[in-house]
């Protein structure tokens, strides 16, 4: 039987990689984002807001006419608002934690049933490594991936004995459309960046898709024995509190 996967923010980024590797990999994939996407013999994309539940009746709906029953579903669609918790009105943050958090509530109500109905299946959350640690300006965003953290651990402890693994990957900063937008808020952009670039051990941005090979192989059989984990995929930035970038130690 085909293996098929669920993913949120399908469009661009984080998401658009795992669309790729999880289609190598042999998965008929169900892409959910507000941008359109391609659908073609191995993949559907629904278009519309993650958080939505009229966007999961439309998700249902093309699993069944597709037939297809998920056994991996992949959450990387986010939302984040620059600011501090006395510039950030209710709208901004009520924003963050409807696409954040309730974007992942809401589809496994739908769909968590089924998989552990067919014997279980793979989760994986796109949290950041601001799940543990915080940055300036983006407290919303910090406490939503928090949140997400500590949801995937009670996830994964809550459904162990039905075949449930739930996992979050934790990136550093990524080089996706996500974060362009970010750094266009920035007062200047090419420092910003370049300061971003080189405070990571390995001196550059990651790729979206070194998340993806990640994600992949968390859904994969290969890792079989994880669950409740935090996969920290950052370029070695949170490795120590002092990384200096000059070739004589300064």
């Known amino acids: 039987m085909s293996k098929c996967a669920v993913i ?3 469009a661009s980024g984080i998401g658009a990689a795992s669309v790729r590797h999880l289609v190598a990999a042999g998965y008929h994939v169900l892409g959910v984002d507000l941008a359109t996407g391609t659908s073609r013999d191995s993949v559907e994309f629904v278009q519309g807001n993650a958080a939505a539940n009229e966007t999961w ?7 069944k006419r597709r037939a297809w ?5 992949i959450f990387a669609a986010a939302y984040l608002a620059v600011g501090n918790v006395t510039t ?10 409807e696409v954040n958090l309730f974007g992942l509530i809401r589809p496994l109500r739908r769909l ?3 998989m552990i109905a067919r014997g279980g299946g793979s989760i994986v959350t796109v949290g950041s490594i601001d799940s543990y640690m915080a ?3 983006l407290i919303s965003y910090c406490a939503s991936k928090g949140a997400i953290l500590q949801f995937t651990k009670a996830l994964a402890m809550d459904h162990a004995r039905q ?3 739930a996992n979050c990957v934790c990136p550093g900063v990524t080089d996706t459309p996500f974060f362009r937008r970010h750094l266009d808020t920035a007062r200047d952009p090419k420092k910003f960046l370049s300061v971003r670039e080189q405070r ?7 790729d979206p898709e070194e998340i993806a090979t990640t994600i992949a192989f968390l859904v994969s059989d290969a890792a079989s024995g994880i669950t409740g984990a935090q996969i920290v995929v950052d370029a070695g930035l949170t490795a120590g509190f002092d990384f200096r970038t000059g070739d004589d130690g300064s």
Do not use: Y
């Open 163 to 165: 075949g449930i693994r």
């Open 135 to 137: 940055e300036q300006g």
């Open 200 to 206: 990571n051990p390995l001196g550059r941005l990651l």
């Open 69 to 73: 029953k998920p056994s991996a579903l």
């Open 112 to 114: 968590l049933p089924g």
């Open 8 to 10: 949120t923010g399908a």
């Open 88 to 97: 950030l009105d209710d709208e901004h943050w009520e924003r963050t934690f």
């Open 57 to 63: 009746d439309q998700v249902e709906a093309a699993l």
